[in-house]
């Protein structure tokens, strides 16, 4: 089949027509996809039929699949594979509102059907994963869990000339305590100030190794002391990250994906893009499974 990409017409994402991803990718398709992504930053194959061994197949071929670090807390909680949270393989993520009965409900130990604010997959390890890969299994209808994603090139490109000018050299600690609906990881405590805060620091600005072009990288944000400028005091670090993250999820930077269906295959780069999900309808299922791939170094402008 030919290959073809479809752009939004926003900011970012676009459709790309013409791949089985079911298959291995070969050059040809694996290219494509490759310069897709560059231009469009999340793109969106419709109509797959992939098992997890498959979309572990895809992130090798796009540079490696990478496990997520949030499995290392669910193990150390005692919780196993029959649980619901965790799968077989250690590169896929089980994210869903489906309990260990596989009923829809409002909350459990993931995020289950909360809103997910604005954030960066598992910024909060050493080596950031570049890409994420997500395969829609169940799907409300019309249930909530739209997913928008927002163009990090631009939050950073419109910012004023002497903002630029001040985040040379700053740093975020990424806090790894919570999750990204906000609610503590198993086994951790909520820190009370900036010394129990784990997690690493990382540029607040980085150059994305394929394009070249700067990005802001915000990651996600918890009230302080959790999120915070390292080599700014608080006050000083809390005004800057208002306007830093208003900067970073304006509208008009901003797509949604607000039309899934089963066999949905979503992938976006974490290095330049931010995304967020609105409430699911605890009645209604939602599954998908999602994969990593493999980050580099993070290069900060």
Known sequence: MTITVLPSGRPLGAEMRGVDLSQPLDDAARQAIEAAWRDHLVLIFRKQTLDDAGLLQMAEALGGAQATRSRDYYLKAGFTETSGRLSALPGISIISNLDESGRPVARHAGSGSQELKWHTDNSYVENPPKGSILHALQ???NGGGHTSFANQ???????????????????????????????LRPTRAMPTCRDEVTGPMHPLVRVHPATGRTALYLGRRYAAPSSHIVELPDDESEALLDELWAAATAADIVWTHDDWRPGDVLMWDNRCTLHSRTEVDPTQAREMHRTLIKGEAIVPA
Not at 161 to 173: C, D, K, P, V
């Open 139 to 141: 799907t409300p209808t």
């Open 153 to 183: 090139y631009l939050a950073y490109e419109r910012l004023p000339e002497a903002t630029r000018a001040r985040l040379s050299g700053l740093h975020i600690r990424h806090d790894d305590s919570r999750n990204t609906a906000g609610g």
